[in-house]
């Protein structure tokens, strides 16, 4: 690989799949309104979300886009209100995610899942505040509109020791993401010729 | 109204704020709305913060955005506090549901589509580059901002294509559905965004000049009126959430 800086160019590549994904990831984030899928976005969102990263990823070949995107889910996720926890969580992952692939030369079939599997786990900061505050998040969502049962329900789901398994989940569903991304990449898009 | 989200267009009429201030703005209302607590003062500042938007888009003649928001604000809010007692089960939890989630949404929203409604794309980057945003990431951004009614355009529109050949969601099949639109979607996304950046590099994006930009941003007195508004607001939070 030879030594460049990222282009213009790239920076519109990023964007363009920093906008599918989050597309995608809000579509699924919609089930959340029922508080059983809230735990469960941690398996549905690597899986959904490895299909556009599978391909964004053949276009990135410089170290650095990984991480751009990592730091704009972040804040586009703190923008919207969702947890100030994402912008710590999201470029952290996003810089392991994007080492990792940049030691594969962001070639490597083998790093590519494994990086995604480590970018997935983003997504615990979404959880954070569920565990570490738990006392204010329940009021908020109890007052806040959700109403009494909604967070009983969701508090039920997410107990404290379920950070954890919700890291791996996610790491493991990441990892599954990225294969069923891998295929659809082989199945359509390299066809079609845009991979 | 998908079609103006940052507008490219250069509108005769200057926007009431700067970018800036309508930036802090979506945060402010984000978080507090969503976010807050809900003590005595709050009870104050949310519908305060509600308002602003509408009032917002009324001081911008967006007669169609102002009642399109009043509308499903008032529904929600209206059907949370009428419907919710005299419905009961598994009705009554979908509803509370609906009724808070989409109430709390909204303002956030609403003043996320005015920011994007209200601002082109070269405003947006002259804003960004006076608060000394490295470009590696306010193109990207711009470009996110710039995708997003594309996404749901393409999406509409393979949702038509679809329907004209007879298939429905899938035909039954969830992971079939996955794979009959997103693909598809991803597809025309990449195809418009090689378009996108052919334009942007054709006028001159990434030049290694520094850019000139003859958008005249800057702060006035109705950017005075709405930073007050937000740090009193921010204030009062904060001192909610840790001293009351």
């Known amino acids: 690989m030879k030594k460049e800086g990222i282009k213009p160019k790239d920076l519109i590549t990023v964007g363009i799949f920093t906008a599918i994904m989050f597309v995608v990831c809000m579509a699924v984030a919609m089930l959340g309104y029922m508080p059983i899928f809230i735990p469960l976005l941690t398996v549905l969102i690597p ?92 009021e908020n969502l109890a007052q806040g509109g959700y109403g009494q049962e909604y967070a009983e329900t969701l508090m039920r789901y997410i107990p404290d020791w379920s950070l954890l398994p919700l890291l791996a989940a996610s790491f493991v569903f990441g990892i599954l993401g990225a294969l069923l991304g891998r295929a659809v990449l082989k199945k359509h898009f390299v066809r079609a010729g845009i991979a | 109204m998908a079609k103006e989200f940052l507008k490219s267009g250069a509108d005769s009429r200057k926007s009431l704020l700067d970018p800036r201030t309508k930036i802090l703005l979506v945060i402010t209302i984000a978080a507090i709305v969503l976010g807050g607590g809900s003590g005595r003062r709050m009870n104050v500042i949310r519908p305060a913060l509600t308002a602003i938007p509408f009032v917002l888009f009324l001081l911008e003649k967006k007669w169609r955005l102002a009642a399109a928001y009043a509308f499903s604000y008032g529904l929600a809010y209206w059907g949370g506090i009428f419907l919710i007692p005299v419905t009961a089960g598994f009705c009554n939890s979908l509803l509370v549901a609906f009724c808070g989630i989409f109430a709390k949404f909204m303002p956030g929203i609403a003043m996320g589509a005015y920011l994007m409604n209200t601002t082109t794309v070269s405003e947006f980057m002259a804003a960004m580059e006076r608060i000394h945003l490295p470009q590696k990431l306010s193109i990207p951004l711009s470009v996110v901002f710039r995708f997003f009614p594309t996404v749901r355009e393409e999406y509409g529109a393979i949702g038509d294509a679809m329907r004209m050949r007879g298939i429905r969601f899938g035909g039954g099949k969830p992971f079939r559905m996955l794979e009959y639109r997103l693909i598809p979607l991803m597809v025309s996304c990449v195809k418009i965004g090689d378009e996108l950046s052919a334009a942007a590099l054709t006028r001159g994006l990434g030049a290694p000049v520094k850019r000139t930009n003859i958008c005249r941003i800057g702060f006035g007195v109705c950017d005075a009126i709405a930073m007050i508004i937000c740090i009193i607001s921010i204030f009062l939070f904060l001192a909610d959430k840790f001293a009351g």
């Not at chain 1, 972040?74 to 992952?93: D, N």
């Open chain 1, 47 to 138: 899986l959904v979300g490895g299909i556009p990263f599978m391909l964004f990823l053949t276009k990135t070949k410089k170290f650095g886009m990984v991480t751009i995107m990592s730091v704009l889910i972040g804040l586009i996720i703190s923008l919207m209100g969702m947890g100030v926890w994402v912008i710590l969580t999201a470029p952290v992952c996003g810089v392991l995610a994007d080492l990792i692939f940049c030691s594969g030369g962001y070639g490597s079939v083998k790093k590519s899942i494994l990086g995604y599997g480590v970018f997935s786990m983003w997504l615990i900061g979404n959880y954070i505040p569920i565990v570490m505050t738990r006392d204010s998040y329940f």
